[in-house]
């Protein structure tokens, strides 16, 4: 997070000074509603899965690229997850994780009437690009009723990278996790403009996962707690997300409007 926020706004910096577009920028914030889905279609036999709620927060920038077509894109911390519940034998296990997220939408804009008054809604596709942070969250199961000496409902954290043999009581330990994930979004939403050179942008998002959260591995627990039984992790995230920026025009293309007119070599006398 130290590293993607500078790098964010140098990025978006470089863009301000080369761009001849209107720029946008400001906070977004939301909710999410995410789940997964798996990549073995037989598990769907073994599990029921359930959704889960979740945040995210961060910077967003918009800037014109044609007459009504913008590119949108945030540099956001969220939560998302998911609830296993065993069809077969007792399991119940909810986990959430922690990303940071690029995404990045084309987005069309169009007018609309409502009696006099006029607003403008839009549609969207484009990439969404997530580095997995961590996660937590808890298991119960047979094993933790037979094994456990405390809490039937044990408390666990994402470990990365570490040997599934050497897992701790509260740890999943995920060996070859894929951090960098890739998705698909597909936006819609609604602009309102309360005073000039501001805006409110209200979207509603549908994220498709592509990238597994893990090709080789899946999620190992305290051989001694949990013996029997793994996190599958060949699954993909999915997920809904509503979103509200405000944002705050840069007015870049006046600038650089004043900048030629103000250049001694471009006067006329």
């Known amino acids: 997070m130290k590293i993607g926020l500078p790098v964010f706004f140098l990025l978006l910096l470089t863009v301000v000074e080369v761009a001849d577009a209107q720029i946008l920028v400001g906070p977004v914030a939301g909710a999410n509603y995410s789940w997964v889905s798996f ?5 769907k036999d073994e599990y029921k899965i359930k959704g889960k709620y979740g945040y995210h927060f961060g910077a967003h920038c918009a800037f014109r690229v044609r007459k009504r077509f913008f590119l949108h894109s945030s540099l956001i911390y969220s939560t998302k997850g998911r609830t296993m519940e065993g069809k077969v034998s007792p399991l119940k296990y909810e986990m959430t994780y922690r990303y940071m997220e690029l995404p990045l939408v084309y987005t069309a804009y169009f007018k609309g009437h409502v009696g006099q008054k006029e607003f403008k809604y839009s549609l969207g596709v484009g ?7 961590g996660g937590k969250g808890t298991i119960e199961s047979n094993d933790t009723h037979e094994f456990s000496n405390g809490d039937v409902v044990v408390p666990v954290k994402v470990v990365f990278n570490k040997s599934p043999e050497s897992a701790t009581q509260h740890e999943v ?7 960098l994930q890739l998705g698909l979004n597909f936006t819609a939403g609604f602009l309102f403009e309360p005073v000039p050179d501001r805006e409110i942008v209200l979207t509603v998002r549908y994220e498709l996962g592509h990238s597994y959260l893990s090709k080789e591995s899946d999620g190992a627990f305290d ?10 992790l060949k699954v993909r995230n999915q997920g809904f997300r509503v979103s509200l920026a405000y944002l705050i025009d840069l007015k870049v293309e006046n600038r650089k409007k004043g900048k030629s007119t103000n250049d001694p070599r471009k006067r006329r006398y």
């Open 223 to 232: 051989p001694s707690l949990i013996p029997t039984w793994q996190e599958p």
């Open 173 to 179: 330990v995920i060996e070859k996790p894929t951090r």
């Open 39 to 43: 990549g073995d279609k037989d598990l």
């Open 127 to 133: 990439p969404n690009i997530s580095y997995w942070l």
